[in-house]
């Protein structure tokens, strides 16, 4: 079950979920009845029917939380915190209601918890929580109480027989709409429609451009330590061949250049 499951990460477990064979059930404040997946109505802070879906699932992932893409002011950092809270919070009380609970439930966190630092990497072993760095904005702390929030949350439920995991991952880079592409892509064409990245204009003048050293860096650190990114591998071939043909760089549409890395 994918609660919050209608959003960019949610699209992307679907469809890799229900290509594995997977039955999957989402909870969406705005069920649609031609979705790709079955949807079941939720408000994401109180019981209802919807907590039959989860008695008898296998594992439930909770995604749900309002989006982080807006100005952040008094009323959008509390609707931030109430809306991962709550539904945290009521998942769980669903999940301990259950007669047959799921053996897994997977919470939506943020790496956001972690300390601003540049003297070591932070993992879940041995990372600093941040919140009290000197030099950084006031709502950073804020954004990390809401994280550690969020985490309690999960942590204070009453489910034994559910192993319980916290998700403390970043932006998710993907094509797929609603994520970190469109939007820098959207955000450009709302400052200057004419704007174009200097890598588009490496390639309308045939010059080399400096995707070995973005995309192309990721891939060889991914080679060294066995790590799949199909992604990341795409965009460096779609890149490197354009170069090598030396037709410039066509005019794509954000529609058309996710379709071509979602068919590579």
């Known amino acids: 079950m ?24 989402i909870l969406t404040r705005r069920p649609d009845q031609a979705a790709p997946a079955r ?22 992932i909770n995604l749900a939380g309002r989006s982080v893409n807006c100005r952040y002011t008094p009323a959008s950092l509390q609707a931030m915190m109430d809306s991962r809270v709550r539904s945290a919070e009521v998942i769980g009380q669903a999940i301990a209601a259950a007669a047959r609970p799921p053996r897994v439930w997977l919470q939506m966190s943020t790496a956001t918890i972690y300390a601003n630092r540049f003297d070591a990497p932070n993992d879940e072993a041995t990372g600093q929580l941040g919140g009290s760095e000197a030099g950084v904005p006031a709502y950073w702390a804020y954004s990390i109480k809401i994280a550690a929030n969020w985490e309690r949350a999960q942590q204070r439920a009453g489910t034994p027989a559910t192993r319980r995991v916290a998700l ?70 779609l890149i490197k061949r354009a170069e090598f043909e030396r037709k410039g760089s066509p005019g794509l549409t954000p529609e058309q250049v996710r379709s071509g890395l979602i068919r590579g």
């Open 39 to 60: 949807e079941v109505g939720w408000d994401g802070a109180t019981l209802g029917p919807w907590t039959g879906e989860i008695d008898g699932s296998d594992v439930v």
């Open 168 to 237: 403390r991952s970043a932006m998710v880079m993907s094509p797929d709409g609603g994520g970190v592409f469109g939007m820098l892509l959207g955000r450009t064409m709302k400052i200057d429609p004419q704007a174009r990245s200097s890598m588009w204009e490496d390639l309308r003048r045939g010059r080399r451009t400096e995707i070995d050293y973005l995309q192309g860096v990721i891939t060889e650190i991914a080679d060294r330590r066995g790590l799949q990114v199909p992604l990341s591998r795409r965009i460096v071939a």
């Open 2 to 25: 994918l609660a919050g499951g209608t959003g960019q990460v949610g699209t992307i477990l679907r469809r890799a979920l229900t290509a594995a064979g997977h039955e999957i059930v």
